[in-house]
């Protein structure tokens, strides 16, 4: 009998909730289409709290968002609002388990009759266990019903129930045994911390591999429970393939055929007797000398090479279906400079939050530039364009300017987006800004909490300091679709522009155009946001040849060749001559002449009185002045006094206006006009002297160490 508004088709003596509408053809609407009862959640059939209505017509199904976990739904994952809300049975759940994320809906489907599950007819997509009833319709393998086998037992024949759900009884998370909580829907076992979980449920468990929609398709290579005997190598027999003496069963829903390696036999299991082989899997080690550990042995052998095999088809079909759907890149706000979201506030810049370079200004011709020594571009500091000599002909400005090769995303075919540039990119080049919205701990929290409990592993947040992060999954640039390697060719770096701290991305190899730029995303875990997905790392799929296999992990160490070096007669090195550097005659704070102690810093002419640093004794060893460091925290210094050892460490450099004197460059507030004249009218007689002196500032050789 068929729903006159979904069409639907549905036996009358399935139709339980309303017997007078089943017994009227014409006028018969089903559970979903009913105005009695649509109100109602199709999954738990309540109609109490926020209900979800898919918003395509002819379906108006309606969920509660809670109710959803179950099922892996890209509309819930990407935040859409209600409005937007499409509802689960509109696409193939493995195409959004392979690819993460949905671009379109699907309309030649196979639907479940009791749940939104739904699949491409192909074996592709489908999955193992479900049985086709219609074109569109199926009964999915999360239906199963106990199998009844006829035992015989002497004379008498007894129905019993063969065990179709077994449990493994250690950790898939961490390997080791315990108490531990078992899916319901396939054999995974886990800890209760292992799973993010602060105790045990009270009802029953699902975990993340189920609710994320990833599960056993026809040719896969798994592992196999019956019975008592232990768990064996094996194979899913794609539907074409079946034997002919199993192909007059009709299996029940969730039951699949499979084959066990070594021994050629075969038998109908169900999703909880499963789980899919991985790499580097081995067994248990077999120690009896019989025919079925003959077979084991056997087995394992086997299943290596086919595993492999496998392994190419599965990268195959997930690059076939990034062309098919990934036509455009996924949606999301471009913004050209950071957004701040929330209390998060943007620092504030001033003429004097930045240090002032000394780099000597030539009329016509470029300053601050690679090659320069210029002290902010050695410390990372951009330049001022109202405070910098140079002006508009500096060339550390290139976060301010946007300075960025002309860059484009691409589908990479089996790891989502990626990012390229059309033109050849130098060692040390900027390449782009890393922006996106500026939030706070706790909002980045609850961000990162929504992501794990929508089941999006497409994480964007970037550290920026201590208490504020970069999230460009909403918002963002460019930057964004730059993947992860392990031997990367950019790498991030925070600079400090206008006061306020930013983050680019600087290429470490010349890159030529049109090849893939990577970074390390050094991925750490949020060790206070509890939830099982929180606990599984990233798998990698840079395919460098360092590879660590998941994000976040150490990168191996390549073995490097002994090259055989042939004797001959060595070459005398020419020793090189260290340039002496020349002391100051006065003492850098008192400004007198004596017994003076000379600073160790590289290229550093200071000198001082044992008794103006308040010593007893000449120090030991390699010594540095108070001028390379901060006088409030001790860190390297960034802002220096040019007549007197204060200086400043970024931080609080900003706490600090220094002023600046058009010969004598930044002098600290502790001077008064008689002494800025003093100083001014001694650095003209050593001028005219033709002393050799050093800059007001420290030079690129004396601050590259601090």
């Known amino acids: 009998m068929p729903c006159n508004k979904c069409r639907s088709v549905y036996h009358p003596e399935c139709i339980k909730e309303n017997s007078e509408e089943a017994s009227n053809a014409e006028t018969f609407l089903c559970l979903n289409c009913n105005p009695s009862t649509s109100s109602n959640c199709c999954l738990c059939r309540k109609s109490d709290g926020e209900l979800l209505i898919c918003n395509l017509k002819l379906c108006g199904r309606r969920y509660h968002r809670h ?166 190598p094996g194979r899913v027999f794609p539907l074409d393939e079946i034997p002919p003496k199993h192909q007059k ?22 999703r909880g007797q499963v789980f899919l082989y991985q790499d580097g899997d081995q067994g248990c080690k077999v120690k009896s000398k019989n025919k079925l550990g003959d077979d084991f042995k056997r087995a394992l052998e086997d299943v290596t090479p086919a595993f492999q095999l496998r392994k190419q088809v599965l990268v195959e079909r997930t690059a076939e279906r990034q062309a098919k759907i990934n036509v455009k890149p996924p949606h999301y706000n471009k913004i050209r400079s950071n957004k701040p979201v929330g209390k998060v506030r943007m620092q504030d810049s001033s003429p004097y939050s930045s240090a002032i370079c000394d780099c000597e200004v030539k009329e016509g011709q470029p300053t601050c530039g690679p090659d320069s020594e210029c002290i902010n571009r050695i410390l990372l500091f951009e330049c001022d364009p109202n405070v910098c000599a140079g002006r508009k002909l500096c060339q550390n400005q290139r976060f301010q300017q946007r300075l960025s090769p002309p860059l484009y995303p691409f589908n990479t075919g089996g790891k989502g987006w990626g990012l390229k540039s059309h033109a050849d990119i130098k060692k040390g080049d900027f390449v782009v800004e890393y922006v996106g919205e500026i939030i706070d701990n706790n909002e980045f929290r609850r961000r990162l909490k929504a992501k794990q ?52 991305l600087f290429a ?99 000198v001082y009185h044992l008794e103006c640093l308040k010593l007893s004794a000449p120090p030991k060893g390699q010594w540095t002045c108070p001028w390379h460091h901060c006088d409030v925290c001790g860190r390297k210094a960034s802002q220096f006094c040019s007549v007197c050892p204060n200086s400043l460490c970024s931080t609080h450099a900003l706490e600090v206006d220094m002023q600046s004197h058009e010969r004598l460059g930044l002098i600290c507030n502790e001077h008064s006009q008689e002494e800025t004249e003093f100083f001014l009218k001694r650095r003209l007689e050593e001028d005219a002297a033709t002393v050799v002196t050093t800059s007001p500032e420290p030079s690129s050789s004396e601050t590259s160490s601090c």
Request: aromatic residues 10%; proline residues 4%.
């Open 249 to 270: 069963y009709q299996p029940k829903a969730g039951e699949f055929l499979v084959y066990f390696y070594g021994s050629n036999n075969s038998a109908y299991v169900y």
């Open 508 to 606: 470490v190899v010349d890159i030529p155009a049109h090849a893939e730029l990577t970074f390390n995303y050094q991925l750490e875990c949020a060790q206070d946001v509890a939830n099982e997905s929180n606990q599984r790392q990233q798998p990698c799929h840079c395919g460098a040849p360092n590879c660590a296999g998941f994000i976040g992990a150490k990168p191996k160490q390549l073995k490097v060749e002994k090259v055989k070096v042939v004797k001959g007669k060595k070459k005398k090195q020419q020793r090189k001559l260290e340039k002496e550097t020349v002391s100051e005659d006065f003492c850098f704070r008192c400004t007198e002449g004596g017994e003076l102690v000379v600073c160790d810093f590289k290229n550093c002419s200071k």
């Open 453 to 504: 409990d929508a089941q999006d592993e497409a994480y964007y947040f970037l550290t920026l300091d201590n208490n504020r992060m970069i999230d460009a999954g909403p918002s963002g640039n460019f930057a964004r679709f730059m993947n992860h390697s392990c031997q990367p060719n950019c790498e991030t770096q925070k600079w400090t522009v206008l006061g306020d701290t930013r983050i680019g």
């Open 67 to 232: 109710c959803l976990k179950l099922f892996h739904s890209p509309s819930i994952k990407q935040e859409k609002p209600a409005s937007q809300f499409t509802c689960p049975a509109h696409y193939c759940h493995t195409c959004v388990a392979d690819l993460n994320e949905l671009n379109q809906v699907e309309k030649k489907l196979l639907r479940c009759i009791h749940c939104p599950t739904a699949y491409h007819p192909s074996e592709k997509c489908l999955a193992a266990g479900c049985v086709q009833l219609s074109t569109f319709q199926m009964k999915c393998f999360k239906h199963v019903e106990n199998r009844d086998v006829v035992v015989k037992k002497s004379k008498k024949e007894k129905k019993t129930i063969i065990p179709n759900h077994y449990n493994v009884n250690w950790c898939i998370v961490c390997s080791e045994g315990g108490s531990l909580i078992c899916c319901e829907r396939c054999p995974s076992s886990l800890h209760t911390h292992c799973a993010g979980l602060e105790k045990e449920p009270d009802g029953s468990f699902i975990c993340y591999e189920c609710t994320s929609g990833k599960t056993i398709l026809y040719g896969d290579i798994v592992w196999i429970k019956m019975s008592i005997y232990r768990w064996w």
